[in-house]
């Protein structure tokens, strides 16, 4: 089609470089304490972003689907913290906090959601499909399981090229029922690429409570049938993610092996904008009793008890996030559609053969 505009063929090649986070160093009490508002101020960001991503679809400013992070903040923070500027990831369509955790600006997250020409895929993929290359952010996706082959295959290319970056692959529970599940990681498991896949065990598949869909509720043992190294994590523990993703990375690393985390936590919200709070599927009382292991809460109280931050500048913090994140609106409020014609970019690659 003569009209249609072909673009370069994308390239695997190493995002650009950007600043060590204070979390690559090994921490003195001074840093530690540095460390910490770090994390804090990641969860929290992404916390306030999704509450205000809520409003924003209620009143009709985001469209299509669109899937909260809420309650799932320590996992995306304390794996991507302990990551190199030129590792990659891939994920779900519950995308935005770990979009936000990579360092994607609110500003291109929320033109993304609202489908604005300044979002980081020109507004073209939506909720969905997060998307920067620079960041090594390779994608929401929204097929269950579809993008757990792509980990494997660029586990594959980093191998074959000789570097030592890791692939993180990020999925949901659901997710390990997918034949697209076993096959990758048979494949990680007989060709030893540095892959690191992280369920994210939030107890529902949709609607359906794990224990009804899946024989094997210890979902971190199915890394045994394909001899990976594999555990189960406390996902409501910021640190305690931190440490099984250190683990897993340096071994991805020093011996490009793969790693099968089981991260369980809790998503506050409904599976989607669609069953917003809890639907049909959960009890208030069962909701109730999860909101006590509130990460973000957890990791705050924990800073206080030791002294390394008050609740004053707790919000002094979080009214800073609030005007970054009321800033990503008004962008995105101004941020232009893309033409007509716009439907015709992005959908050829020019072949270098």
């Not at 001074?30 to 990641?42: D, M, V």
């Not at 960041?135 to 586990?155: E, M």
């Not at 024989?215 to 440490?243: E, F, L, M, P």
């Not at 991260?263 to 599927?281: E, K, L, N, P, Q």
Request: hydrophobic share 40%; charged share 25%; glycine share 10%.
């Amino acid at each position: 089609m003569s009209t249609t505009k072909a673009r370069k063929k994308p390239e695997l090649a190493a995002p650009t470089p950007a600043p060590t986070p204070a979390s690559a160093a090994a921490p003195d009490a001074a840093s530690a304490s540095a460390l910490n508002r770090e994390l804090l101020y990641s969860m929290l960001l992404q916390r306030r972003f999704e509450e205000r991503t809520a409003e924003m679809y209620a009143i009709g400013r985001i469209g299509g689907f669109c899937h909260l992070y809420i309650g799932q903040e320590a996992i995306s923070t304390g794996i991507i913290s302990q990551l190199r500027a030129d590792d990659y990831i891939i994920t779900t369509y519950r995308d935005h906090g770990q979009a936000l955790a990579r360092g994607m600006t609110p500003r291109a997250v929320m033109s993304e959601l609202f489908g604005r020409q300044d979002g980081c895929a020109r507004g073209k993929g939506g909720s969905m499909h997060m998307f920067d290359k620079q960041l090594g952010f390779l994608g929401g996706h929204g097929i269950v399981g579809g993008h757990i082959p792509i980990a494997a295959g660029v586990g594959f290319a980093i191998k074959y090229r000789g570097g030592d970056q890791v692939i993180v692959c990020f999925m949901g529970e659901a997710a390990v029922n997918n034949g697209a599940f076993h096959e990758a990681l048979n494949m990680a498991g007989l060709w030893k690429l540095p892959c690191l896949f992280v369920i994210e065990n939030n107890r529902y598949g949709m609607g359906t409570a794990i224990e009804r869909a899946s024989a094997v509720n210890d979902i971190y043992k199915r890394g045994a049938s394909y001899d990976i190294s594999r555990d189960v994590v406390d996902g409501q523990d910021v640190h305690a993610v931190r440490a099984a993703a250190a683990d897993a990375i340096a071994r991805a690393r020093r011996d490009s092996t793969p790693t099968l985390l089981e991260i369980r936590t809790y998503r506050f919200m409904g599976h989607s904008m669609s069953d917003a709070v809890s639907g049909t599927y959960r009890t208030k009382e069962e909701l109730e009793q999860y909101l006590k292991r509130d990460p973000i809460a957890l990791h705050r109280q924990r800073m206080e008890a030791d002294g390394e931050i008050t609740t004053e500048a707790v919000s002094a913090m979080d009214e800073e996030i609030k005007k970054i994140v009321q800033d990503s609106i008004d962008f995105a409020e101004q941020s232009p559609e893309l033409p007509l014609e716009a439907l015709m970019e992005d959908i050829l690659v020019e072949t270098t053969s």
